[in-house]
Nanobody, 124 residues
Framework: QVQLVESGGGLVQAGGFLRLSCAAS????????VGWFRQAPGKERDFVVGISRSGGSTLSADSVKGRFTISRDNTKNTVYLQINSLKPEGTALYYCAAARNGAYGYRAYDYGLWGQGTQVTVSS
């Protein structure tokens, strides 16, 4: 079954950290670029970070640079998102997405495969 499954979300205090995971199945994972997006209540889904097929290149939204780090382990078909110094405005549903064309940027329409999301809630 082709799917992406996110995990690792939860409730955390501002200033804290989380590590999200995105596990892929049913695809040749190393052939896909992967991105993380987030959607806060009442807002649009926004790009957060992305990583190339090999993991050698990454992109980050300006709002998260220096605090969010994406990495991948193609032997485990998994992408990770390390989130540090969480802020209350980081409360959102976090999605991972995979792009068969290798894209890993901000354009959501590049990604053909999406997970169901994992909730991150940051208390102030």
């Amino acid at each position: 079954q082709v799917q992406l499954v996110e995990s690792g979300g939860g409730l955390v205090q501002a200033g804290g950290f989380l590590r999200l995971s995105c596990a892929a199945s049913g695809i040749t994972f190393s052939s896909y670029g992967v991105g993380w997006f987030r959607q806060a209540p009442g807002k649009e889904r926004d790009f957060v970070v992305g990583i190339s097929r090999s993991g050698g290149s990454t992109l980050s939204a300006d709002s998260v640079k220096g605090r969010f780090t994406i990495s991948r382990d193609n032997t485990k078909n998994t992408v990770y998102l390390q989130i540090n110094s969480l802020k209350p405005e980081g409360t959102a549903l976090y999605y991972c997405a995979a792009a068969r064309n290798g894209a890993y940027g901000y354009r959501a329409y590049d990604y053909g495969l999406w997970g169901q999301g994992t909730q991150v809630t940051v208390s102030s």
